[in-house]
């Protein structure tokens, strides 16, 4: 049950990515949203939800190895992501798409780093 608390909202946004990039012949995101942005947004929530994960949902485990782990999981999965879509058709893999998972990533897990220093220097550990 700890596994699913932890690991389950992470998984279901990796299964939203999955699907929204199975969506063939994709042109435009909603609300004119840009591709690159569209990639920045759903990768941050992707790299809050999986430092969360890593921290055990603890603001005390939020530390530079589990934020540089969350990160990898995630760009890592942005990799993996750009690959699946070579097999969707009207879709191509790209490096600046990959880029913008990335980056997305490191700035919700750099939020959450800044954010765990500073909680708990004034107020201790306390659940995320």
Same mark, same amino acid.
């Given at each position: 049950m700890e596994f699913l608390k932890l690991w389950g909202p992470p998984l279901l946004q990796m299964i939203? $990515?999955?699907?929204? =990039? #199975? $969506?063939?012949?994709l042109k435009r995101l909603p609300g004119d949203v840009s591709d690159h942005t569209g990639h920045f947004i759903g990768y941050a929530v992707l790299g809050a939800l999986v430092l969360r994960a890593c921290a055990a949902a603890r603001w005390h485990g939020v530390t530079i190895r589990t934020a540089a782990v969350a990160w990898a999981i995630c760009a890592l999965y942005g990799a993996t992501d750009e690959f699946h879509q070579r097999f969707t058709p009207g879709r191509t893999p790209a490096v600046d798409d990959?880029? #913008?998972d990335a980056a997305g990533a490191a700035a919700a897990v750099l939020v959450g780093l800044v954010a #765990? #220093?500073?909680?708990? &220097? &004034?107020? %201790? =550990? %306390?659940?995320?």
């Open positions: 939203a $990515i999955f699907f929204a =990039s #199975a $969506i063939p012949n990959w880029i #913008a #765990a #220093a500073f909680l708990n &220097r &004034r107020a %201790g =550990s %306390g659940e995320v």
